[in-house]
Each structure stands twice: as C-alpha cells, then as structure tokens.
C-alpha cells in the first residue's frame, strides 16, 4: 500500500521550444506542494520545508500506528541541505516517529529523472542501493522521496527493504512527480 500526496497533476507545462543552448524550455505552472518542493530544493527556502513537514504530518497522523521507521531515499545528487532528509527528519519530529537513513548508495548515483528508457533505468538502479537490516528487520516502513517519475527507484529500494532489511512491510510517499512518469 502507497500512500499518495502528490496531485494527480502536480503541475502544468506548456513546452516553449528550445533555448540558445539546445535545452528544452517550458512555461511551468506548479501545484502549491510542488512549489514549496522547488522553493526549498532549488532555493533553499526552509520556510519551504516546515509546510512541506506540515502537510506531510497532517496527510499521514491518521497513519501513524502503521508507521514504526521512516526510511528516505538516498539522494542522487550533492546538495549543502538534502531536502529528502531534511522533510524526513521534520515529518518523524512532528509525528514522533524514528527516522534512519539506514539505506545507502554503493556507488555514485545518476539522477534517474532525465533517463527515459525504463531498461537503462534499472541498469544503473542494479546494485546502487545498501540496506542496513538491524534498523529495518521487523519494522512498518515509510519509504520516502521527494520525486517520483516511474518509481523505478522506489520500488528497487523496497524490494531491498523487503529482502535484505527483513521489513515487515515497506509503504512508499512522494512529495510530487515529474512531468511524466514514464
């Protein structure tokens, strides 16, 4: 079972072409959560974060008897604050819920988000992912990130979770998703 925040349509794009460097180019339009994400992913914006934690909190207090450990997913780049683990930390905080950064990369990440061939995907997704299992064995996990695209991510690291970490059972979140989730 997933838990869904993000809406269906988390945002609206209108493709305007390509600039002078060949990149293409929209006119976005983002939902208010996927705008708090840019804000604090891109701006650094912690305002941004406490009502990302806040919505986050209030969308998951029904579930919290169903939640033992919050595990983030990795983050594929290098940032001076980690917006996955900082909402993480907040939303565990907020609903008194242990946090872990218990599952590691083995290697140096791609972001996933710009590979659109689903068999490329799961090549670089094979191996990348380590879990600790004397934090997750027995546990109810929430396995959190803060995009989505395919889930192709999502699902390799719970599948780790589930095998590897001895999870008693692993439920996913995403803040928002990608224009496509191909």
């Known amino acids: 079972m997933a838990f869904r ?32 994400l840019y804000r604090l992913k891109y701006r650094g914006d912690m305002a941004a ?22 595990v983030p997913v990795p983050p594929s780049g290098v ?9 993480a930390r907040g939303i565990g905080v907020a609903l008194g819920i242990p946090m872990a950064e218990c599952v590691t990369t083995t290697r140096g990440a791609t972001q996933l988000k710009k590979v659109l061939d689903p ?9 990348l992912h380590a879990v600790d299992p004397a934090q997750t064995a027995g546990k109810n996990i929430l396995l ?5 695209r395919s889930g192709a991510t ?21 803040i928002t ?3 496509s989730n191909q």
């Open 144 to 148: 959190f990130c803060d995009l989505f």
């Open 177 to 179: 998703r990608t224009r």
């Open 119 to 127: 068999a490329k995907r799961n090549e670089l997704l094979a191996g």
């Open 5 to 36: 925040l993000c809406a269906r349509r988390p945002y609206h794009q209108q493709y305007l072409g390509a600039n002078e460097a060949g990149h293409e180019i929209y006119d976005t339009k983002r939902s208010e959560i996927g705008e708090l």
């Open 79 to 87: 940032r001076a604050v980690q917006p996955v683990v900082v909402v």
């Open 49 to 70: 974060a406490r009502e990302i934690v806040d919505t986050i909190s209030k969308f998951l207090a029904p579930h919290r008897d169903k939640i033992d450990l919050i």
């Open 154 to 174: 999502m699902n390799a690291i719970t599948e780790l979770l589930m095998t590897v970490g001895k999870a008693a059972s692993v439920r996913a979140l995403a």
